[in-house]
């Protein structure tokens, strides 16, 4: 089956700082979705970009289909920002399954 | 708040014990989802239904069982549970289950002893 790899996969930022996290993945994908899972084990929808660039105020995504990877940027971070960020695909062809990621577990300090 | 609602959200029980896990779509979904978030495989995709059908089937147990009843809301069932049935049991919905966005529920948070 289809393979996400994401990384980094453990983050510190100081609060104010930026991120960007990465999402590659081993075929081709008609759906790709950003979450965010917050402390209290919340599945938080982020994105829905199977391609293109989306913005959702200080947090922005990036897929480039033909080359097989997904961008998270997350600017002026903030604590709340902590948590594991999941990044999932339906693969195409394949029943509506996503197949996530690892994550990349993200400690925002003060 | 994605819309999607589980209950109970904590259960606590014992191994061989039978438990329930409920799931309301968002209104208008057609299609639920149920996945797996334990620590050693993280997030697992287990089955859909789709209008009532079951659509498509993932890493589900054979002691694992799901439906979806005419109002759309469906249930998970877990029987002789295990220690390794610990885990976070999602679910999710979308509008006809093909490539659109899926909505996660709040998740249901299951301790086997």
């Known amino acids: 089956g289809i393979q996400v790899e994401q990384s980094p996969p453990d983050l510190i930022l100081q609060e104010g700082a930026n991120s960007t996290l990465r999402c590659n993945f081993s075929?081709?994908?008609?759906?790709l979705q950003w979450f965010h899972q917050n402390p209290w084990g919340q599945l938080i929808n982020l994105f829905y970009?199977?391609?293109g660039t989306k913005q959702n105020g200080r947090l922005s995504a990036t897929t480039v289909a033909t080359e097989r990877y997904s961008l998270l940027y997350i600017s002026s971070s903030q604590t709340t920002d902590s948590g594991v960020y999941f990044c999932?695909?339906?693969?195409?062809?394949?029943?509506?399954?996503?197949?996530f990621g690892t994550g990349t577990r993200l400690q925002v300090t003060l | 708040d994605s819309g999607v609602t589980q209950t109970p959200k904590h259960l606590i029980t014992a191994t061989g014990q039978r438990v329930t896990l409920r799931c309301s779509p968002r209104?208008?979904?057609?299609?639920v989802y149920w996945y797996q978030q334990s620590l050693d495989q993280g997030l697992q995709f287990l089955i859909q239904?789709?209008?009532?059908?079951?659509?498509a089937k993932g890493n589900i147990l054979e002691r694992f069982s799901a439906q979806q009843f005419p109002d759309l809301h469906s249930e998970l069932n877990l029987s002789s549970l295990e220690l390794g049935d610990s885990a976070l049991y999602f679910c999710?919905?979308?509008?006809?289950?093909?490539?659109?966005?899926?909505?996660f529920g709040p998740g249901t948070r299951l301790l086997v002893l």
């Open positions: 075929d081709s994908v008609n759906n």
């Open positions: 999932a695909v339906l693969n195409t062809g394949t029943a509506s399954k996503l197949t």
């Open positions: 999710a919905s979308s509008v006809f289950g093909g490539r659109e966005t899926q909505y």
């Open positions: 239904y789709y209008n009532g059908e079951e659509r």
């Open positions: 209104s208008g979904d057609l299609s």
């Open positions: 970009i199977p391609s």
